[in-house]
């Protein structure tokens, strides 16, 4: 039978679950790159325009679906929506939560293995050595998958002690010692020699760099960095109690995300430019160039650049693993609420699913070729679908169902809490949601699909 329904214990354990939730890999491999390349304060003014007049309107959103619902993404939208086709809005919810944690669950595992491997000093070596390494790691069929396994049981770990205990828990010691880490790191690579340069690269304003295509990236990296349409949102609001306040938490969660955001870019661009590295995205960026940047930055003090690396990893192993706990526990309440099994074999059902997506994902980047659709390679296939096409449809068909479905005294009482709290915002809410999100949502969608 199902058990009964927890709700977070405190609200530092909600705030920091959440936020555990949103900060994850597009914080530190993809925002930096951005702002840097984008007019680096010039970007960030834009990006917090789009963090708090979109991405926390439709958080705020995700939350009332969520605490109203009081259950999985798919039941949530159900209930709202009195049972109409919606709820399979909240599915596609479920959907892409599930499918993004198999293939986040592979870059994950990569950060363990890096972890592991400063540690041993595997990573010691010249450019061509540390490339090299990360290609022949990344396509060899064991390692990855090993690391992918690993990392899908440690959330799954954390998930079966249910939402106090498991999620509320852990984050509340990771958030902080992610934290503890970034402060370290961050001031590691800013006493660099010409660390300064890197700093004025990514915090100096350009605006002569922005124009739509800026507007359009800075308001994709907002919903993709606060984890928006992909149920999680949705779901760890099914466990905030009846006195949160929604809006309140929602610009307390986007501004950690950022706040940890350019702290990273703090790492990132001192960092490379004090080796003369130009900093890119992704991968390359944290798995190729970084490594290399910490062995050359800190030559001179070989113990400070292993453990600097060390760090990093660490911290970015954290930050994936409490956005996998966020992502797995969508697919988790689904699976339990809705097929009326135990927590405990529903999160099974999830982790050996997520596995066998993983390891595909995993082998489809190099050693098994087959693993190929439409010329794409499994892992980036996944990537695409949730990425360009769910994300952005997910997200634009929540916003039209808030703001033109759902009744809107229903909205008005989770907004103020059943009258307790201020609606004066209300009205301001109610028209991002209804007309400037959605269009900004389809203007990302198309821009993405190089379109427009
Ligand atoms: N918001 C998290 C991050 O920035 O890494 C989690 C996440 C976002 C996971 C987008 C997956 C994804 F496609």
């Known amino acids: ?54 991405g926390v309107p439709c958080m705020l959103s995700e939350f009332i679906i969520g605490r109203h619902g009081a259950s999985n993404t798919f039941r949530a939208y159900s209930e709202v929506g009195n049972g109409s086709a919606w709820k399979y809005v909240g599915f596609l919810g479920v959907l892409t939560g599930f499918l993004i944690t198999g293939y986040y ?8 293995q890096y972890v592991y491997a ?18 022949e790691f990344s396509q060899n069929p064991i390692r990855p998958v090993f690391w992918t396994i690993v990392i899908l049981l440690t959330t799954h770990f954390v998930i079966v002690h249910g939402v106090r205990k498991g999620i509320e828990r852990f984050s509340k010691a990771m958030m902080p010692a992610l934290s ?37 990236g800075a308001l ?52 490379a430019f004090s080796v003369g590295a130009n900093p890119d995205s992704g991968p390359s960026l944290v798995f190729i160039t970084l490594p290399n940047v910490f062995n050359q930055a800190f ?42 099994i135990s927590r405990k074999r529903g999160a099974v059902i999830v982790t050996v699913a997520t596995c ?19 010329g794409l390679p499994l892992f980036d296939l996944f990537d695409f679908v949730t990425g360009q096409i769910f994300l952005p449809l997910g997200g634009f068909l929540t916003c039209v169902f808030v703001g033109w479905y759902v009744p809107k005294k229903l909205l008005h009482e989770e907004f103020t809490n059943w009258n307790t709290l201020s609606g004066r915002c209300f009205g301001a809410y109610l028209f991002l949601v209804r007309y400037v999100c959605p269009v900004a949502i389809l203007a990302i969608f198309l821009h993405q699909l190089e379109v427009i």
């Open 118 to 135: 400063s540690l041993s000093g595997e990573l010691q070596g010249d450019a061509t050595y540390v490339t090299r390494y990360f290609q």
């Open 220 to 271: 994709g990296q907002s919903f993709y960095s606060l984890s928006i349409a992909m149920g999680c949102i949705c779901t760890y609001a099914s466990y905030f109690s009846r006195q949160t306040n929604l809006l309140k938490s929602a610009v307390q969660v986007s501004l950690i995300d950022t706040l940890i955001a350019i702290m990273a870019g703090l790492i990132i661009f001192p960092s």
């Open 299 to 340: 030559s001179s003090a070989p113990f400070i650049g292993w453990l600097v690396a060390l760090m990093f990893y660490a911290l970015l192993s954290l930050a994936a693993l409490t956005s996998l706990v966020s992502l797995h526990e969508v697919s988790t309440a689904f699976f339990y609420e809705e097929l009326h």
């Open 356 to 374: 066998i997506i993983g390891a595909f994902c995993s082998l489809s980047l190099g050693a098994v070729k087959e693993l190929e659709v439409a």
């Open 180 to 216: 503890v880490l970034l402060i370290i790191i961050v001031i590691a690579s800013c006493l660099l020699p010409n660390g300064w340069k890197g700093m004025e690269f990514f915090l100096l304003p350009d605006f002569s760099k922005v124009d739509s295509g800026v507007f359009l």
């Open 1 to 54: 039978m199902s058990e009964k329904r927890n709700i977070f214990g405190s609200k530092v354990g909600m705030i920091l679950a959440t936020a555990g939730g949103a900060v994850g890999l597009g914080n530190v491999w993809r925002f930096p790159y951005m702002a840097g390349e984008n007019g680096g304060a010039a970007f960030m003014v834009i990006y917090l325009g789009c963090v708090l007049l979109l």
């Open 105 to 112: 669950a592979v870059v994950s595992g990569w950060c363990l």
